[in-house]
C-alpha cells in the first residue's frame, strides 16, 4: 500500500513538472511572438522615418534651387539696370564733353576778339594820358595852383555837391518808390484782410466749471481730500474750491491738461459717484475725448485753410494749436488767418496759392511743443516740417518768418507780411506792462545812441519815434542819413510787431521807417 502511494505520488509529481513546463513553453512563444511583432513594427516606423526625410530632404532642394534662381534672376536685373545708368552717364559725359569743346572754342575767339580791343585801348590810353598831361600844365598855369592843391580843392567841393545831391536824391527815390509800393501793398493788403475776417478771442489760464449745488463741493474734495488729491495728481492742474457759489476754477498753463481737467470735473458731477478709482477712469475717457478733439480740431483746420495732404502727425500738432496761446492770441486761428491772407497775397500777385496757404498754415507749428522741448517755436517748427517731408520753400518760409533767416522766395515774405497783419489787428494780442515799457525804454535807447541827437521820445505805443536832433551838429542833409540809419539798426536790434516810424526832427524833417 505504502509503494503504491509513493508511486502515485510521484506521478503526480512528474504530472505537475510537466504541466509546468508545459505552461513555460507557451509564454515563451507568446512572448517570442510579440518581440517579432515590435520589430517589424520599429522596422516599418525606421523606413516610414526614412522616406519622410528623404521627401523633406527633396523639397528642401527645390526650395534651395528656387531661391537661388530668384537671387541669380534679381542680381542679372540689377546689373542691367546698373549697365543702362552707366550708359546714360556715358552719353550725358559724352554730351557735357561736346558742349565744352564748342564753348572753348567760343572762349578762345572772344580772347582773340579781347587782345585786339586790348591792343587799341592801349593805344587810345596812351594818347589819353599824353593829352592829359597837357591839360594838367596848362591848367596849372591859368589857375596858378598845383595839380594836388587843385585836387583838394575840387575835392572839396564835389563831396560837399553829392553829399548834398545824395541825400535829395535818396529822398526822392525812396518817396517816389514808397508811394508807389504803398499804395500797391494797400491794394493787397486792405484787399486781404476785408476778404479774410477772424474772430480774436483772450484766452486765460483758467477755466471754471459750474456745480448744481454747493454740496457738490464737499463731494469734490473727498475724504481727507483724497478725491480733490486724485483729481489734481491725474490731471496736473490746481482745483480751486473757494467761497464762490456753485462754481470751482481749474487753474494751469497747460490748457490742454485744464481742458482734461475740466471734462473730467462734468463727468464725474453728472455721474455723481465720486471716489478715486471712478476720478482715475473718467480722466482716461477725458485725455481720449481731447486726443480724439485735437484730432478733429486738426483736420478741420486744414479743411478751412484749403491745405490737403499733411501727415497725420502735423494734423495733430495743428490741433493741439488750438489749446495755444500768443499775446492772448489763439494761435489755430491765427494760423489759419495768416493762411488765408497767405493765398489771398499769393493770388494778387500770380504765385502759387497752394504753397503760400500751406507755409502760412504751418509757420507756427512749433509752438504745438515749445513748452515740451528745447528751442525757439521757429526752429522747432522747421525740424517738425523737414521730419515729415515739407519742402525746402516750406521749411525756409518756417525759418524766415521772424527774421531768422533771410526769405528765399516771395512766398516767406508773404508769410511774414501775413503774419504781422494778423498779430497787429486791432485787439489781436496783448502784451504785459513789463515787455511794453521794456520795448519803449530800449527804442529810445537806440536813437539816443547817435551822434547829434539831442533826445527822443517813443509814441504811439512804440510804433513812433520822434528824434529831435541839435541843429549845429546835424544838418538836412545829413537828418535822411540818420533816420535810415536809426531804422536799420531798430530793425537789426529790436522784435516788434507791425512797423515803427522813425522822425527826425530839425528845421526840417526827414521821414523813414522801420519794416
Do not use: W
Request: charged share 35%.
Amino acid at each position: 500500500m505504502i509503494i503504491e502511494a509513493v508511486k502515485l505520488a510521484l506521478v503526480a509529481l512528474v504530472s505537475a513538472i510537466i504541466a509546468v513546463l508545459a505552461t513555460n513553453f507557451r509564454h515563451k512563444k507568446i512572448d517570442m511572438q510579440k518581440i517579432g511583432n515590435a520589430q517589424e513594427r520599429a522596422r516599418k516606423i525606421i523606413d516610414d522615418a526614412l522616406e519622410k526625410a528623404e521627401e523633406d530632404k527633396r523639397v528642401k532642394l527645390l526650395e534651395a534651387k528656387e531661391e537661388s534662381l530668384k537671387v541669380k534672376n534679381e542680381l542679372e536685373k540689377e546689373v542691367r539696370d546698373r549697365r543702362a545708368e552707366v550708359q546714360r552717364s556715358e552719353r550725358r559725359i559724352q554730351q557735357k564733353e561736346e558742349n565744352v569743346e564748342k564753348r572753348s572754342e567760343a572762349i578762345e575767339r572772344r580772347e582773340q576778339s579781347l587782345s585786339a580791343r586790348e591792343e587799341n585801348l592801349s593805344k587810345k590810353s596812351a594818347e589819353i594820358s599824353r593829352l592829359n598831361e597837357q591839360r594838367i600844365e596848362e591848367l596849372e598855369k591859368i589857375s596858378g595852383l598845383t595839380s594836388e592843391q587843385a585836387k583838394e580843392y575840387l575835392l572839396k567841393i564835389v563831396e560837399d555837391d553829392v553829399k548834398h545831391e545824395s541825400a535829395v536824391m535818396i529822398k526822392n527815390v525812396e518817396a517816389e518808390a514808397k508811394e508807389e509800393a504803398d499804395k500797391r501793398a494797400k491794394e493787397i493788403v486792405i484787399g486781404a484782410i476785408q476778404r479774410c475776417a477772424a474772430d480774436h478771442v483772450a484766452e486765460s489760464t483758467i477755466s471754471v466749471v459750474q456745480l448744481p449745488n454747493d454740496e457738490m463741493k464737499g463731494r469734490i474734495i473727498g475724504r481727507e481730500g483724497r478725491n480733490i488729491r486724485t483729481l489734481e495728481t491725474m490731471t496736473g492742474v490746481d482745483l480751486i474750491i473757494d467761497d464762490t457759489p456753485e462754481a470751482v476754477v481749474i487753474s494751469g498753463f497747460d490748457p490742454i491738461r485744464r481742458e482734461v481737467a475740466r471734462i473730467a470735473l462734468e463727468k464725474l458731477i453728472v455721474d455723481g459717484r465720486i471716489h478715486p478709482a471712478r476720478i482715475e477712469e473718467m480722466v482716461e475717457k477725458a485725455k481720449k475725448e481731447v486726443a480724439a478733439e485735437i484730432k478733429e480740431e486738426g483736420e478741420s483746420a486744414a479743411m478751412d485753410a484749403g491745405v490737403h495732404g499733411l501727415h497725420p502727425e502735423v494734423i495733430k500738432l495743428l490741433g493741439r494749436l488750438k489749446f495755444r496761446t500768443s499775446y492772448g492770441q489763439n494761435v489755430l486761428k491765427h494760423s489759419i488767418e495768416v493762411s488765408m491772407l497767405c493765398g489771398l497775397m499769393a493770388s494778387e500777385l500770380g504765385l502759387d496759392t497752394r504753397v503760400a496757404k500751406r507755409a502760412g498754415l504751418l509757420h507756427d507749428i512749433g509752438k504745438a511743443v515749445d513748452h515740451e522741448m528745447e528751442g525757439s517755436h521757429v526752429q522747432l517748427g522747421a525740424d517738425i516740417c523737414r521730419k515729415y517731408k515739407e519742402s525746402a520753400l516750406i521749411v525756409n518760409a518756417v525759418e524766415a518768418h521772424h527774421g531768422d533767416v533771410e526769405p528765399q522766395s516771395l512766398i516767406a515774405v508773404l508769410v511774414q507780411a501775413a503774419d504781422t497783419i494778423s498779430a497787429a489787428r486791432p485787439g489781436a494780442r496783448r502784451e504785459t506792462l513789463e515787455t511794453y515799457t521794456t520795448r519803449l525804454k530800449q527804442l529810445e535807447d537806440i536813437t539816443n545812441s547817435f551822434k547829434g541827437v539831442d533826445h527822443s521820445y517813443a509814441i504811439q505805443a512804440g510804433r513812433e519815434v520822434r528824434v529831435m536832433v541839435v541843429p549845429d551838429q546835424v544838418s538836412d542833409s545829413d537828418m535822411v542819413v540818420m533816420a535810415h540809419d536809426i531804422s536799420k539798426k531798430i530793425e537789426s536790434e529790436m522784435e516788434y510787431p507791425g512797423q515803427i516810424k522813425v522822425n527826425v526832427i530839425r528845421e526840417s524833417r526827414a521821414t523813414d521807417f522801420a519794416k
